[in-house]
């Protein structure tokens, strides 16, 4: 079962140093279903921002009656109407809100999606879309988030290449 309301208020978020600690993820398929083959292209989905046009990764507050893993996967559920795996953490990031003039302190996690929902709790407040790295770079104007992109395109190629080595 799907619980289709989100999280809100911000009494339950966790800090660092006076910085709200933000957890996203990376949702990615291989378009083909070849999990990663050598002709298999990666996808990934963005999420439309609920304040403006702008695209992004799903990402929110971490909780404290949640592991940062269960915030990540949470948020992606919450925000972009999928579950999956999440995977071994990309990085640490310190960013400068959009909206205020606070930083905070952002983990971003791959996601590897096994099921897209058709319903979803912010469905009716955000587009999703499936898209190339590429093309996903270029919509993104989050810095920290296309650094933790490139940070899971490195690490599933290094899977790749590593999988298809000669004996």
């Avoid at 809100?8 to 660092?16: A, I, P």
């Avoid at 957890?23 to 304040?51: A, F, M, T, W």
């Avoid at 990309?90 to 909206?99: H, M, V």
Wanted: proline share 4%; aromatic share 8%; hydrophobic share 35%.
């Amino acid at each position: 079962m799907v619980c289709l309301v989100s999280r809100t208020g911000r009494h339950l978020q966790r800090y660092n140093r006076g910085r709200r600690l933000v957890v996203g993820c990376i949702p990615y398929r291989y378009k083909n279903g070849n999990n990663g083959g050598p002709d298999d292209e990666l996808e990934v989905l963005v999420i439309s921002s609920k304040k403006s046009e702008e695209m992004m990764f799903p990402k929110g507050g971490w909780e404290l009656d949640e592991s940062v893993e269960e915030a990540a996967s949470r948020e992606s559920l919450e925000e972009a109407g999928v579950l999956g795996d999440v995977k071994s953490q990309l990085g640490t990031w310190i960013f400068k809100s959009n909206s205020r003039e606070l930083y905070h302190e952002g983990h971003m996690f791959p996601l590897l999606v096994t099921q897209q929902l058709d319903l979803w709790p912010e469905k009716s407040a955000r587009l999703r879309e499936w898209m190339t790295v590429d093309k996903a770079r270029e919509v993104c104007k989050q810095p920290w988030m296309n650094e933790a992109l490139d940070i899971l395109v490195n690490r599933l190629k290094f899977k790749q290449d590593k999988d298809v080595q000669p004996m």
